[in-house]
């Protein structure tokens, strides 16, 4: 397992976007079907429009949260971008919002190619880049959007695209991390196509049944369910006792965990096996769906906000899936300000 301690570094804000097109996860005129769909994933509706791109997403979020925190962007010296559906395959598209948000051409910008751990794993990064107090300001934009060829809406991920503001302060509390890969699971979630093992040609977007009876062409995503599924509640739980146990804390006395949104079977089962109050675990995906990597502050964003803005809080996050890989972050916020929900 991969330990971190992270000292000097606090999240000071955070903010999201969606698109305002609300989308039903089941088009379907039997009822007992789209209530049985409904209670076993705990998506009803998501935020899908195809006219975003994540970055459109991100680059509002972030100019709200730097607004709602009185920011000057002369002093943002890092921007750090998750996604896995990134404007183009090259330039870098932390580069381009740089340039999109007025931030100073001193700045490091950096894209990482992660989904559901994603936002742990970038959070890791930035706090690492500010540590010496080198870096005072910086943002992690976090998100998933437009797919890399047009397809129908998915029944379980939306669109979102998050801003996470973090900053150099010497008496922060410190953030302490879990992480783990294993790449030997790397096709339980893939899209096959498009990339340089598989690259685009004239047969990329011919479809084909795939083991749920839905009919896909290799740019869309395709996902083994029982693997994943056993992958994340097996995975979650440990994580987050390992950490707890590295670095002598009581998981239990924390305020609130915040997983990632993959389904609502996956999460409770987790929740169960840490023995953990209904009300410390909070669910966006009810209305948002699965939304990748933003899951997890998207979550906070919506679903805590009014309990947790400028107050002291105890968090426990957890992101698991894609890759194999996971990360667990524990920290604590003082004076957190959370922006409302952007939609646009």
Known sequence: MAFLRIDHVTVSGMSAAVPAHIEPTVSTTDQYAAEEFVAATGVKEKRWDNSFTTSDLCVPAAEQIIS???????EIEALVFVTQTADYILPATSCIMQDRLGLPKGCY??????????????????????QTGAIKKALLLVGDARKHAQEEADQLFGYAGTATALEYNESAYPLFFDFG??????????????????????????????????MRHILQTRMKGMDVFAFGITTAPKSIKKLAS??????????????????????????KKLKLDESKVPYSMYHFGNTSSASIPLTI?????????????????????????????????DKLIISNLIEL
């Open 68 to 74: 709602d925190l009185g920011w000057d962007k002369s």
């Open 109 to 130: 910008a950096l894209d990482i190619s992660l989904g559901c751990s994603g936002w742990v794993y970038g959070l890791s990064v930035v706090a690492s880049l500010m």
């Open 181 to 214: 890969t294993d790449g030997s699971g790397f096709d339980a979630i893939i899209r096959p196509g498009g990339g340089c093992r598989i690259p685009f040609d004239e047969k990329s977007l011919q479809l084909e049944k795939g083991e749920d009876g839905r």
């Open 246 to 271: 590295n670095f002598g804390f009581d998981f239990s006395e924390y305020d609130y965990f915040v997983f990632h949104q993959a389904n609502f079977k996956m999460n409770e089962t987790i929740r």
């Open 301 to 333: 964003i919506t679903q805590l906000k009014s309990e947790v803005e400028n107050r002291p809080t105890k968090f426990i996050c957890c992101g698991f899936g894609v890759g194999l890989s996971w990360g667990t972050v524990a920290m604590k916020t």
